[in-house]
């Protein structure tokens, strides 16, 4: 058989096809210019030069499964395919992904014993065949896999580490009608400032995330993830955070599905590690919550009373352990969560469905608000600059 390539006009827009030498005979040149010839079949006359032409795959490219080594025997997967445009289908439980099954958003960690099974597919083309490995790390309980420390060992201030987190940016509101404009680190786009940053690793390796205000009603502050950079399944996660506590602010550390992007919140779920709003209260305390489908605001939520004389205003680690069918929060002690959450606490609430063990993996946010429908707007007596301070970030197995 012997294949040329030309151009075709449909339209306004040009097409570029594979045809045979015999099929290109039948069109209307006024319609189609051949580009470098036709060749190939082991034939000599169809020539005009040009080189021999393969005719398109029509199965999109298996995906490619590439690992980053992390910490005591995890790895972060990646998935890749080289046709342009493929969607990848993946699956960890060992059985055979489709397109029903969750997509690729994001590199993911295993730090399990996991088979991971993914296929590719386009527009036009079929599926393409399984690809598929399996991982064997057999890692203890409590094992840090993974993990943020902040360090910054220079003499002055960095940008957290751009392989981990992105940003959300701008003053949107954020579906909660916040008063602050977020801002990406050593942005200058005003009204934020690069020589006053709102998000930064300070040489105390610790985080700052930092609420300001560069004019009056003007309010500057950061939120930063790791969506689309780094995720994980079950685990326990582990905050050392400490936060301020004022009028207007409202500090929080969560995670929500990468399938955000095909089934939108609150169906990815949303997870709150650590929240809370206002200045100290008697007892003051954190808010432990999730969210999905049927269960949004105050329906599946805790509150974490700190003892006489603590607050949330001192450092505190401030954990999540989630496994199949649970959901538990800690803070400083993870033998001793004070809520989880499990499939049966959605008994009672009409619709509701349990968003967590879909496949999924989650993304890491942290953010300080300003203003939004919970706290209410800062007052005079609400200092700027205030900072949230993060010790680390910590991933470790259950």
């Given at each position: 058989?012997?294949?040329?390539?030309?151009?075709?006009?449909?339209?306004?827009?040009?097409?570029?096809?594979?045809?045979?030498?015999?099929?290109?005979?039948?069109?209307?040149?006024?319609?189609?210019?051949?580009?470098?010839?036709?060749?190939?079949g082991?034939?000599?006359?169809?020539?005009?030069?040009?080189?021999?032409?393969?005719?398109?795959?029509?199965?999109?490219?298996?995906?490619?499964?590439?690992?980053?080594?992390?910490?005591?025997?995890?790895?972060?997967?990646?998935?890749?395919?080289?046709?342009?445009?493929?969607?990848?289908?993946?699956?960890?439980?060992g059985?055979?992904?489709?397109?029903?099954?969750?997509?690729?958003?994001?590199?993911?960690?295993?730090?399990?014993?996991?088979?991971?099974?993914?296929?590719?597919?386009?527009?036009g083309?079929?599926?393409?065949?399984?690809?598929?490995?399996?991982?064997?790390?057999?890692?203890?309980?409590?094992?840090?896999?993974?993990?943020?420390?902040?360090?910054?060992?220079?003499?002055?201030?960095?940008?957290?580490?751009?392989?981990?987190?992105?940003?959300?940016?701008?003053?949107?509101?954020?579906?909660n009608?916040?008063?602050?404009?977020?801002?990406?680190?050593?942005?200058?786009?005003?009204?934020?400032?690069?020589?006053?940053?709102?998000?930064?690793?300070?040489?105390?390796?610790?985080?700052?995330?930092?609420?300001?205000?560069?004019?009056?009603?003007?309010?500057?502050?950061?939120?930063?993830?790791?969506?689309?950079?780094?995720?994980?399944?079950?685990?326990?996660?582990?905050?050392?955070?400490?936060?301020?506590?004022?009028?207007g602010?409202?500090?929080?550390?969560?995670?929500?599905?990468?399938?955000?992007?095909?089934?939108?919140?609150?169906?990815?779920?949303?997870?709150d590690?650590?929240?809370?709003?206002?200045?100290?209260?008697?007892?003051?305390?954190?808010?432990?919550s999730?969210?999905?489908?049927?269960?949004?605001?105050?329906?599946?939520?805790?509150?974490?009373?700190?003892?006489?004389?603590?607050?949330?205003?001192?450092?505190?680690?401030?954990?999540?352990?989630?496994?199949?069918?649970s959901?538990?929060?800690y803070?400083?002690?993870?033998?001793?969560p004070?809520?989880?959450?499990?499939?049966?606490?959605?008994?009672?609430?009409?619709?509701?469905?349990?968003?967590f063990?879909?496949?999924?993996?989650?993304?890491?946010?942290?953010?300080?608000?300003?203003?939004?429908?919970?706290?209410?707007?800062?007052?005079?007596?609400?200092?700027?600059?205030?900072?949230?301070?993060?010790?680390?970030?910590?991933?470790?197995?259950?």
């Amino acid at each position: 058989m012997i294949w040329c390539a030309y151009i075709k006009i449909e339209g306004n827009v040009v097409v570029v096809h594979s045809i045979s030498a015999r099929a290109l005979r039948g069109l209307s040149l006024s319609l189609a210019l051949i580009l470098g010839g036709c060749g190939g079949g082991g034939s000599s006359g169809g020539g005009g030069g040009g080189g021999t032409v393969t005719p398109p795959s029509s199965t999109a490219a298996a995906p490619t499964v590439a690992t980053s080594a992390q910490q005591n025997g995890a790895v972060i997967v990646s998935l890749s395919s080289v046709t342009a445009g493929a969607s990848i289908y993946y699956t960890v439980d060992g059985s055979t992904p489709t397109t029903s099954s969750q997509r690729y958003e994001a590199p993911f960690l295993v730090a399990a014993n996991v088979t991971v099974k993914a296929l590719a597919t386009v527009v036009g083309l079929s599926a393409s065949s399984v690809t598929s490995q399996a991982f064997a790390p057999s890692i203890a309980a409590n094992t840090l896999v993974w993990s943020d420390e902040f360090t910054n060992a220079g003499a002055s201030p960095i940008a957290p580490n751009a392989a981990i987190w992105g940003y959300d940016t701008g003053n949107s509101g954020f579906g909660n009608h916040e008063l602050e404009t977020y801002c990406a680190a050593n942005s200058s786009t005003s009204p934020c400032d690069s020589a006053n940053p709102n998000i930064y690793v300070g040489t105390d390796g610790l985080l700052h995330i930092v609420a300001r205000k560069p004019s009056a009603g003007v309010y500057t502050s950061a939120r930063l993830k790791t969506q689309g950079l780094f995720s994980f399944q079950y685990g326990r996660l582990e905050v050392r955070a400490r936060v301020p506590e004022a009028q207007g602010f409202w500090p929080a550390v969560w995670a929500m599905g990468n399938n955000i992007n095909t089934v939108n919140w609150p169906a990815s779920g949303e997870q709150d590690i650590l929240e809370r709003v206002n200045g100290p209260t008697s007892p003051d305390t954190n808010n432990g919550s999730v969210h999905g489908t049927g269960f949004t605001g105050v329906n599946l939520g805790a509150v974490y009373n700190f003892g006489p004389g603590d607050s949330a205003g001192f450092w505190h680690t401030y954990g999540m352990i989630w496994k199949p069918g649970s959901v538990a929060y800690y803070i400083d002690d993870p033998a001793h969560p004070y809520t989880t959450f499990t499939t049966t606490s959605l008994a009672g609430l009409p619709g509701a469905v349990w968003p967590f063990d879909a496949g999924q993996s989650n993304f890491i946010l942290m953010n300080l608000a300003v203003g939004g429908d919970w706290p209410g707007a800062p007052d005079g007596t609400t200092p700027f600059p205030s900072e949230m301070q993060v010790d680390y970030v910590r991933l470790y197995t259950n």
